[in-house]
């Protein structure tokens, strides 16, 4: 009898990256492609939620999907108000909290995906016309595939 293998063996060979990525503009949800991963995570997402004048409230989310796994929305549990931009914090293991209208923290489920999939950083409610996402950096961890030559 052999002994069952793991789809996922998050301890061997795995490596961090942290992305910068660039603003998308005015009501246009940031999407980032994840490519060429066996397995990866987000473990981390920093960016400026904000929108413009108005009484709508916005709220932040992420979304996670992959080839592997449909997608997973992780929504803020707190909104911003009109006119109020907010710096917030999403990751693995953070207690959700909201300090005034200045900085939030928000958790990210410990979920590993398997194959290429992309996060995507956009917005629920809020005053359409004036929401964006900016000074986005998304930390992963996973495993590459190796190129290698037979």
Same mark, same amino acid.
């Given at each position: 009898m052999s002994a069952a293998r793991l789809l996922i063996t998050p301890l061997s060979g795995w490596e961090t990256r942290i992305v910068a990525v660039a603003d998308p503009g005015v009501e246009v949800p940031l999407v980032y492609? +994840?490519?060429?991963?066996?397995?990866? $995570?987000l473990v981390s997402v920093s960016a400026l939620w904000a929108q413009g004048a108005g009484v709508a409230n916005l709220t932040p989310t992420v979304t996670l999907a992959s080839t592997g796994v449909t997608a997973l929305l992780v929504s803020g549990? &707190?909104? !911003? !108000?009109?006119?109020?931009?907010?710096?917030?914090?999403?990751? +693995?293991?953070?207690?959700?909290?909201?300090? /005034?209208?200045? !900085?939030?923290?928000?958790?990210?489920?410990?979920?590993? &995906?398997?194959? /290429? =999939? $992309? +996060?995507?950083? =956009? &917005?629920?409610?809020?005053? +359409?016309g004036a929401r964006s996402v900016t000074n986005s950096v998304l930390g992963f961890i996973g495993r590459r595939y190796v190129n290698t030559r037979a």
């Amino acid at each position: 009898m052999s002994a069952a293998r793991l789809l996922i063996t998050p301890l061997s060979g795995w490596e961090t990256r942290i992305v910068a990525v660039a603003d998308p503009g005015v009501e246009v949800p940031l999407v980032y492609p +994840v490519r060429g991963w066996q397995w990866w $995570q987000l473990v981390s997402v920093s960016a400026l939620w904000a929108q413009g004048a108005g009484v709508a409230n916005l709220t932040p989310t992420v979304t996670l999907a992959s080839t592997g796994v449909t997608a997973l929305l992780v929504s803020g549990s &707190f909104f !911003i !108000i009109g006119a109020v931009t907010m710096f917030t914090n999403f990751a +693995v293991g953070l207690s959700p909290s909201q300090a /005034d209208t200045g !900085i939030a923290l928000q958790a990210l489920p410990d979920i590993m &995906f398997t194959g /290429d =999939g $992309q +996060v995507t950083l =956009g &917005f629920a409610a809020g005053n +359409v016309g004036a929401r964006s996402v900016t000074n986005s950096v998304l930390g992963f961890i996973g495993r590459r595939y190796v190129n290698t030559r037979a």
